[in-house]
C-alpha cells in the first residue's frame, strides 16, 4: 500500500484547499519529511489520514474527548462558514487479489443545524463505486484492519505510553489478537458465554426468577458505575497528560530565559566572593613582598656589578695582608736556606720566585677602594639566596593573582548573565502554577484509579454473584438431559477455545519476540543491556533478560531506553503483520538523547517500511539531524503558520532545505 496525496480542505489550522505529495520518488528514498513547529498542523495530517481511511471508527486521539459530531465540527477552520463545512480527501494505491488497484476516498462534513452531516465517496480506478462507499468500513479492513493500525499510524505519546510495560499490556493484546485473527475466538466466547446466560436463565423457575433478576440489575448497575468510572478516569487521565505538558512547556520556558542561572544565584555569589577575598589575600600577600628586600630585585645587573666590586675589593685587601705577612717569611726561609748552605742558582731561583710572588699580590692589592662593603658574606648570601627566594616568591604571588583575576572575571560574567528576579518573575509564577495544576490533576488521577478499581471490584463480584445464582437456578431446574449437556459443553467448549487462544498466542510469541530482539539490536546504543524479550501469553505483560541472564526491570532503564523498546514492539509487531503498509510517525524522537536519535534516524526510519511519513518540529529532527536522513528523504513539506490569516500553508523544502 503506498499512500500517494492528501488534500485537506479547511481542516484543523489549513484555511482553503492544500494538497501534499505523498509518493516517495524512489525505493531508495522511502522518507516523506514534514516539519512544522507546534500548532502548524502535523497532528492534523496524522488524524486526517486516519480519519479518511475509518471514519467514525478511527483511532481515538487526545483532541477527540467528546463524541464524533463535536470532533469533526472542531476540526472545521475557524472563520469558515457553517455552510461551507471541511473536506479530507486521501489517494492511495494497494493491491485486491493480485491486482493494483487506485483508491480516491473523499469525506466531507458540515454543520446543519445542531447536527453534522458527513458525506463519503469512493472511487477504485478512477470510476466511483457505490457499492464499496456504503461497505467501506468492512472493505478497509481486507488490506488495513483497524486493529493493527496503531502498529503503522502512531505519535510520540503513543511510543510513551508504549514504554510504560504496564500500561503497554493493552496495546499488545489488541494488536496480537488483530495479528493472530484472536478477536474472532474472544468473540465466539464472548457469544457462548450468552448462549449459556439465556439459556439458563430461560430454565429459571417463578420461584428463583426474582434472585437471578435481582442479580442481574445489580450486575447492571455495578457495570453502568464502572463505566462512568472509567470515562472519569480517561478524562483525569488526559488532564494529566495536559498538565504534565503544560508544567514541562513553562519550565523549558523558564530554563530558557535563564532560569537555571537565577536558581544558582546564591552558588555564584558565593563562589565570586571567595574569589574576591582570594585575589585580595594575594595582593596583600603581594604588598608585604615589595615592603621586603623584593624591590632591589629591580636593580638587576647592577647587584652582579656591586657584589663583583666587593669580591675584587676584598680580595685586594686579603692580599695587602699576605704580602706582608710573606715578607717575613721569606727572608725567615731564605736563611735557613743560606744556614743549609743550599746551591746559589737554587737560593737565587727560590729568592726570585719569592719576590715575583709579593710582587704579583702587590700589583693585584693596588687597586682603588670603590665599595669598601665591610661584610662581603652578607652580600653574597643576600644575592645567592634571600634575592631568588624573593623572587620565587613574588612570581608565585603574581601568578596566583593572575589566575584569581580570571576567576574573578568569569564569576562576574556569570553574575551579569543571571537575569534580573522580577523580570522572571512572570515565568516562575506561570511554573509554579503548572506545577500547583500538575499536582492536582495528579491527585485527581490517583482518586479516579481507585475509584475505577473499586468499581471493576464490585462489578467482578457482582458478576460471579450472579454467575452462582444462574448455575445453581440452571442446575437445579433443567429439566432434561439436553439442556444439561448443552450448558456443559458450552463451558467446555469455552475452555476449549481459552486454550487454543493461549496456544495460538505461544506459538507465534517466539517469532514476535524474536522480530522485537533484532530491532532492539538495531536501535539500542548498549547492545547487549538487553538479551530476550518475552511476552508472557495471557497476561501479555513484557518480560526483559539482561546479560547477566537476570530478569531486567524495565525501571532499570533510562527514559530514553524505554521509548526505543516501545518503538521495537511496534516495529516487532508491524513486521509480523506481514503486510507491506506505509508508517506515519508523529513527533517522533521524543525526549532521546544523541545517540539513540542516531539510531532511529540512521536505522529505524529509512527501514520502518517503504514509506515513510515524519511529521516533525525543528528540535526533533534539527539540522544535523536532517543531514544524516537526507540521502533517505524522498519528499520534504514545511507547514508555516501565518499569524495574520490565523492559517497554516504548506511550502516545498524542510526547515534549512527550502
Known amino acids: 500500500m503506498i499512500l500517494n496525496q492528501l488534500v485537506l480542505h479547511n481542516v484543523g489550522t489549513f484555511a482553503g484547499r492544500h494538497v501534499i505529495d505523498l509518493t516517495p520518488p524512489s525505493t531508495s528514498r522511502p522518507i516523506v519529511l514534514v516539519g512544522g513547529l507546534n500548532g502548524a498542523g502535523k497532528t492534523t495530517i496524522l488524524e486526517s489520514i486516519q480519519l479518511a481511511l475509518y471514519g467514525s471508527l478511527a483511532h481515538a486521539s487526545g483532541r477527540r474527548n467528546g463524541s464524533y459530531d463535536n470532533y469533526l465540527r472542531g476540526l472545521v477552520h475557524r472563520g469558515v462558514p457553517t455552510s461551507e463545512g471541511a473536506a479530507i480527501e486521501l489517494t492511495f494505491t494497494a493491491h485486491q487479489e493480485g491486482m493494483q488497484h487506485k483508491y480516491w476516498i473523499r469525506r466531507s462534513w458540515k454543520s446543519s443545524g445542531a447536527s453534522i452531516r458527513e458525506i463519503l465517496l469512493v472511487s ?22 483497524r486493529g493493527i493500525a496503531g502498529l503503522f499510524f ?91 505538558k503544560l508544567f514541562h512547556e513553562a519550565t ?25 577575598a582570594g585575589l585580595a589575600r594575594c ?18 645587573g647592577l647587584l652582579e656589578q656591586l657584589g663583583e666590586q666587593v669580591r675584587v675589593e676584598a680580595a685586594a685587601q686579603r692580599d695587602i695582608l699576605l704580602v706582608e705577612a710573606f715578607s717575613v717569611r721569606d727572608d725567615t726561609l731564605l736563611q735557613k736556606l743560606t744556614d743549609a748552605k743550599v746551591k746559589a742558582s737554587t737560593l737565587t731561583a727560590v729568592e726570585q720566585f719569592l719576590g715575583d710572588d709579593r710582587e704579583t699580590r702587590r700589583s693585584s692589592a693596588d687597586i682603588e677602594q670603590i665599595v669598601g662593603y665591610p661584610d662581603p658574606v652578607a652580600l653574597e648570601g643576600l644575592l645567592a639566596l634571600t634575592l631568588p627566594e624573593a623572587r620565587t616568591r613574588l612570581q608565585s604571588a603574581v601568578d596566583r593573582r593572575a589566575m584569581f583575576k580570571a576567576e574573578r572575571e568569569q564569576a562576574e560574567r556569570v553574575l551579569a548573565a543571571i537575569p534580573d528576579p522580577e523580570a522572571m518573575a512572570p515565568l516562575n509564577a506561570r511554573r509554579e502554577e503548572t506545577r500547583d495544576l500538575l499536582y492536582r490533576a495528579e491527585a485527581a488521577y490517583a482518586v479516579a484509579t481507585e475509584l475505577l478499581n473499586s468499581a471493576r471490584t464490585d462489578r467482578a463480584r457482582a458478576h460471579d454473584a450472579y454467575e452462582t ?49 533484532e530491532a532492539l539490536g538495531m536501535l539500542l546504543r548498549k547492545e547487549n543491556l538487553i538479551t530476550d524479550v518475552q511476552i508472557d501469553p495471557e497476561t501479555h505483560a513484557v518480560a526483559l533478560t539482561g546479560v547477566d541472564g537476570q530478569s531486567l526491570p524495565a525501571k532499570n532503564l533510562s527514559a530514553g531506553e524505554r521509548q526505543l523498546l516501545a518503538v521495537a514492539l511496534l516495529w516487532g509487531l508491524a513486521r509480523a503483520a506481514g503486510q507491506p503498509l506505509p508508517v506515519v510517525i508523529d513527533t517522533p524522537l521524543g525526549r532521546l538523547d544523541g545517540t539513540h536519535r542516531e539510531h ?22 534539527d539540522e544535523e539531524a536532517y543531514e544524516r536522513i537526507a540521502p533517505r528523504v524522498g519528499r520534504a513539506y514545511h507547514l ?18 527550502e
Open 640 to 657: 508555516k503558520f501565518d499569524a495574520a490569516t490565523n492559517a497554516s500553508y504548506v511550502v516545498d523544502g524542510y526547515f534549512w532545505s
Open 600 to 621: 532511529l534516524l540512521e536505522r529505524y526510519f529509512p527501514q520502518a517500511s517503504h514509506q515513510v511519513i515524519l511529521l516533525s518540529t525543528d528540535t526533533e529532527i
Open 283 to 300: 595582593e596583600d600577600e603581594i604588598r608585604h613582598e615589595l615592603t621586603e628586600t623584593s624591590p632591589l630585585l629591580q636593580l638587576g
Open 469 to 517: 445464582t444462574l448455575d445453581k437456578a440452571a442446575h437445579a431446574n433443567l429439566a432434561a438431559d439436553d439442556d444439561r449437556r448443552l450448558v456443559e459443553h458450552v463451558g467446555r467448549v469455552r475452555a476449549t477455545l481459552e486454550n487454543l487462544r493461549v496456544a495460538a498466542t505461544r506459538r507465534h510469541l517466539e517469532r514476535i519476540s524474536h522480530l522485537v530482539m
Open 154 to 244: 502512531f505519535d510520540g505519546e503513543q511510543i510513551e505510553a508504549l514504554a510504560d510495560l504496564e500500561r503497554s499490556r493493552q496495546v499488545l493484546s489488541s494488536a496480537l489478537a488483530a495479528l493472530l485473527g484472536l478477536d474472532l475466538v474472544e468473540r465466539l466466547t464472548t457469544d457462548l458465554a450468552v448462549l449459556k446466560r439465556r439459556h439458563r436463565g430461560e430454565q429459571v423457575p417463578d420461584s428463583l426468577r426474582q434472585a437471578v433478576e435481582e442479580k442481574k440489575q445489580l450486575v447492571t448497575a455495578h457495570r453502568q458505575r464502572e463505566e462512568a468510572a472509567t470515562e472519569a478516569e480517561a478524562a483525569r487521565r488526559t488532564e494529566l497528560e495536559r498538565s504534565q
Open 252 to 276: 523549558e520556558a523558564y530554563r530558557a530565559a535563564g532560569g537555571d542561572l537565577l536558581d544558582q544565584r546564591e552558588t555564584a555569589e558565593s563562589t565570586a566572593a571567595m574569589v574576591r
Open 124 to 145: 477504485v480506478d478512477d470510476r466511483h463505486n457505490q457499492a464499496l462507499t456504503s461497505t467501506w468500513s468492512e472493505h478497509v479492513e481486507t488490506f488495513l484492519p
